[in-house]
Antibody
Framework: QVQLQQWGAGLLKPSETLSLTCAVY????????WSWIRQPPGKGLEWIGE???????NYNPSLKSRVTISVDTSKNQFSLKLSSVTAADTAVYYC???????????????????WGQGTLVTVSS | QSVLTQPPSASGTPGQRVTISCSGS????????VNWYQQLPGTAPKLLIY???QRPSGVPDRFSGSKSGNTASLTISGLQAEDEADYYC???????????FGGGTKLTVL
């Protein structure tokens, strides 16, 4: 059974860098895309970006200038860094696995089938 | 403002059939597959429908999905109290080169 377990600092001050890590247990790490998604309190889902095991990334254009997603295949982990945070970045952050029925995962044809438990990150002075 | 448009709310009584729409454009729904997620209060989203109309193992066949042109729909037949949740559609957007979500629909079982 695939499990995604995530962790990171839950309280940040404005201008600091958000840092979260997601570990994958119980399944293959290669052959998938690994995503970060966030959800501000009481609001909808916003995709942040994704990475595959080779380090190929796709980012939300609205966040691209502040986002870095990296991967550590030796630990089956991937990480999110979001710089210069403000109160608008306060949200529950989720990691998720992008899968497909095809042999090769093509992001445009993929779906998020396993999710982490979520981490509430609050930005406040 | 979400790229995909969903009604903010929907409701029905137990046993009824409810349909939630998701409207997009040729760069997302019109050219790529649509997925639906269910989010129960206080929990992470769960994959409900993928590739327009496929159900993951364990999802009841009361849930079905369809797509026509730039619009997708999620239908819940035989509504149950446990279906009360937020529902999100999602697709890849070729213009943005990224995933986009609908704003979510809060389903209330009366």
């Amino acid at each position: 059974q695939v499990q995604l377990q995530q962790w990171g600092a839950g309280l940040l001050k404005p201008s600091e860098t958000l840092s979260l890590t997601c570990a994958v247990y119980g399944g293959s790490f290669s052959g998938y895309y690994w995503s970060w998604i966030r959800q501000p309190p009481g609001k909808g889902l916003e995709w942040i970006g994704e990475i595959n095991h080779s380090g190929s990334t796709n980012y939300n254009p609205s966040l691209k200038s502040r986002v870095t997603i990296s991967v550590d295949t030796s630990k089956n982990q991937f990480s999110l860094k979001l710089s210069s945070v403000t109160a608008a970045d306060t949200a529950v952050y989720y990691c998720a696995r992008g899968s497909t029925d095809h042999i090769v995962v093509v992001p445009a044809a993929s779906y998020l089938d396993y999710w982490g438990q979520g981490t509430l990150v609050t930005v406040s002075s | 403002q979400s790229v995909l448009t969903q009604p903010p709310s929907a409701s029905g009584t137990p046993g009824q059939r409810v349909t939630i729409s998701c409207s997009g454009s040729s760069s997302n729904i019109g050219s790529n597959t649509v997925n639906w997620y269910q989010q129960l209060p206080g929990t992470a989203p769960k994959l409900l429908i993928y590739s327009n109309n496929q159900r993951p193992s364990g999802v009841p066949d009361r849930f079905s999905g369809s797509k026509s042109g730039n619009t997708a729909s999620l239908t819940i037949s035989g509504l149950q109290a446990e279906d009360e949740a937020d529902y999100y559609c999602a697709a890849w957007d070729d213009s943005l080169n990224g995933r986009v979500f609908g704003g979510g629909t809060k389903l209330t079982v009366l």
